[in-house]
């Protein structure tokens, strides 16, 4: 099963596809969402956004905030600004444990 996915920001539009899930910072905790997730709207923080496409294909970026909403089968992020970022720099910058 996926879920669309659609990234923009102010400036740019960042990501759009069909994915498995996403892992990323909400105002209230860490979220990862998989097809079939509840309807939300939330903040988001600055910091990691992982995505897995339909493709098992990984991608990441760094967003510095935004808000998130989570529709049925359809998930929209509108990012103040997100850049792609390489796996290193999330491993090594944002879980440090």
């Keep these: ?3 669309f996915l659609e990234v923009v920001s102010q400036n740019k539009h960042i990501f759009s596809k069909d994915v498995i899930k996403i892992y990323v ?18 903040y988001i923080k600055s910091g990691p956004l992982y995505i897995l496409d339909s493709l098992k294909k990984e991608n990441f970026f ?4 935004g808000i998130l909403e989570i529709q049925p089968n359809f998930v929209t992020i509108l990012s ?7 796996k290193k720099n999330v491993l090594k910058h944002f879980f440090k444990r």
Aim: charged letters at 10%.
């Design 25 to 42: 910072l909400g105002s209230a905790g860490e979220l990862c969402i998989y097809p079939g997730h509840s309807q939300l709207l939330t």
């Design 1 to 3: 099963m996926t879920f």
């Design 62 to 65: 760094y967003l510095s905030g």
């Design 80 to 86: 103040d600004d997100a850049n792609s970022i390489s």
